[in-house]
């Protein structure tokens, strides 16, 4: 939308801004009756006598039942059989047609307020008479590009006593267009999880970077040869900060084991072994242990890994009974 | 008591100061720490205590374990930004007046520009050492609290015998307080050895009974002088002495890189302090509140407190020590297995209801200390209990 053509938009969009909703107080349907009164509480889980049960309501102040006052809304709604074949034109439904044909298609209830000045007793037929009461400004939101519209419906009784007022908030909005290849066409174009990536920072990356190509790395203190793992920016026993790397064998034995079983997490393949392996050059490193029936796994095996990529993101260590790694290498 | 003249600031450092430092916080407050030490004439291994802000990125583990610093027994966090900047000084000043360390490091680094900024408010990612630290493990799948926990216990269970009716002993000794404790999530609902056999397997070798539940609540202890206590309305509970230790070469849950991990070195020194401070021994305790987490973690704090030799929990536990008449009645308010997961807090307010008399389970016998212990396989502690 242009400057000059938000501005004529706008134009015509506060024109709405008093317009009724109805050409004339609107009836409700049927009266304040005890079927509804009933079934409402009921759904709502509200259960004051003063709505429903009639002899606790004959000996009450009041002297007899009264309708629940948030029920206001309910005696002039449209069922579905209005709603569904059409409403006849009225202030609100131009008003939607207009942010529609603009773009403003998106629709978001945000707030209803409302306030109760007397009760409803069975018997009183109720008279809505609504307004369009306010158009924001346009509003720049999460969901989009918008503006909050506010209609103020009135309830009167049969002899024109004020019950309540009800104040809704909808938010018309544009909403942002989603690019047709984030649209799934079928199950096969879903993204499928992937394992959860290790965040990369400067004490860590080049680990990582250097697995993505198939390595792994250990770091070595430069000042006194002394291996460490995981890496840190500084040597525990020298204080040193240089340091450079040497790549592992992936020769080791199993130090210590567990069996994932339960929660699983998507992206990850079951059964799914996870161990402490002390690799041949003395350091430790933990990773998956594979090849294997979980039942054989035990403390003090001895493992070969490889570096493979487990899903369309991870390359990881994996490590194999030295038999079974033999007899496939 | 007055702290006047009881501590001094003896080494000082800094890093040079820019607005792109090109190396982790973590180097940062490592090369700071370092350079403070040398200015002292000190080494790492003189360092028992740290402290920094809650704002700081870096781990004090994680720190500890970069320069080289090895077994911590005090270390705290002080909170509001910079209003912390004399808080480090006040929290080192307090645990060296207090003997409960001898050389405290403050410290404070951070890539302020070129790292997150605070001008860019409470948004963004950060990449901290406890990030970096949790993804050398994530990628395999091991990511929960029980899966660290089953590799300690694996390694555990392959140097002892027994290790797996033990576990078992535990959870059913703390269901059967719980039973009889109306407070407790499982009231009223005992289990037999074939319910815990068949249960769900979590995280082999740990079944669904060998681990706490999830719970809503809230615990709190209010501790006064011992002075005001006398005057108090209930027998007062005399902290006897307090130990929190963060062992060399340790990591949040996965310091699986000791020599040997089926033991907790963090809760050994932490009784060591606390047995000197009261100068209490095993032979003393007359009941425990121990954290379980999970039935194993139980076992290795058994040793850490001398109650049994290493590696021989499981026949300690097997011989009924955890029951009403048993050696070290313990979790009688069925622990975090079985009356409610707060974070270990109950458990103090368990302690404190044995030394009163008031425990729904209170054992026949006299209890005149009680043992009360935090979670392992993090930095941990305990504390030992008695009457005033």
Known sequence: ?329 | MSICDKSAIVGIANTEFSKNSGRSELQLAAEAVRDALKDAGLSPADVDGMTTFTLDNTDEIELARAVGIGDLTFYSRVPHGGGAATGLVHQAVMAVASGMAECVVCYRALNGRSGHRYSSGVSGPLLTADAIHWGWYTPYGLMTPASWVAMYSQRYMHLTTDCQDAMFEIAQAQRDYAVRNPAAFFYEQPFSREDYDQAKKIVSPLKLLDCCQESDGGSAVIITTAERARDLRHTPVAIKGVGQAAAANMESMTSFYRPEIAAIPSMDIAAREAYQQSGLSAADIDAAVIYDAFTPIVLWQLESWGFCEPYTAPQFVLDGAFRPDGRLPTNTHGGQLSEAYIHGVNGVVEAAKLVRGDSVNQPAKTVDHVLVTSGVGVPTGGALLGKL
């Open chain 1, 1 to 329: 939308m242009t400057p000059e053509q938000r501005q004529a938009f706008e134009e015509g969009l506060y024109q709405f801004v008093g317009r009724s909703l109805h050409p004339e107080p609107k009836r409700s349907y049927d009266t304040v009756n005890g079927a509804m009164i009933r079934q409402w509480a009921e759904v709502m889980g509200d259960r004051n006598p003063a709505y429903t049960d009639a002899d606790w309501a004959a000996s009450s102040a009041r002297g007899h039942l009264i309708a629940p006052p948030a029920m206001l809304y309910v005696w002039n709604q449209e069922g579905y059989a209005v709603a569904s074949t059409g409403r006849p034109g009225d202030g609100l439904a131009d008003l939607v047609a207009y942010f529609d044909s603009h773009g403003f298609t998106g629709s978001l209830g945000t707030n209803v307020d409302q306030e109760y000045f007397a009760e409803a007793k069975l018997g009183d037929a109720i008279y809505e008479d609504a307004v369009i009461e306010e158009i924001s400004e346009q509003k720049s939101t999460a969901r989009g590009l918008g503006y909050f519209l506010q209609t103020l419906a009135k309830f009167r009784n049969q002899d024109g006593e004020l019950i309540g007022t009800q104040r809704f908030r909808v938010f018309k909005f544009i909403p942002p267009e989603v690019p047709a290849q984030e649209k799934p066409e079928s199950a096969t174009e879903l993204e499928l999880p992937t394992r959860i990536q290790a965040p990369r920072g400067q004490d860590n990356a080049w680990w990582w970077d250097a697995c993505d190509e198939g390595r792994v790395l250990i770091q070595r203190c430069k000042s006194c040869q002394t291996l460490r793992h995981p890496p840190r920016p500084m040597c525990g026993e020298c204080q040193s900060t240089e340091w450079d790397s040497i790549e592992s064998s992936l020769d080791g034995e199993i130090y210590s084991f567990v069996e994932m079983h339960y929660p699983k997490f998507p992206g990850y393949q079951y059964p799914l072994i996870v161990a402490v392996i002390s690799l041949a050059e003395g350091t430790r490193l933990v990773a998956n242990v594979v090849g294997i029936d979980s039942a054989e796994v035990r403390i003090g095996l001895k493992v070969k890994g490889r570096v493979e990529q487990v899903d369309e993101k991870t390359m990881l260590p994996q490590f194999y009974p030295v038999d079974a790694a033999e007899v496939s290498a």
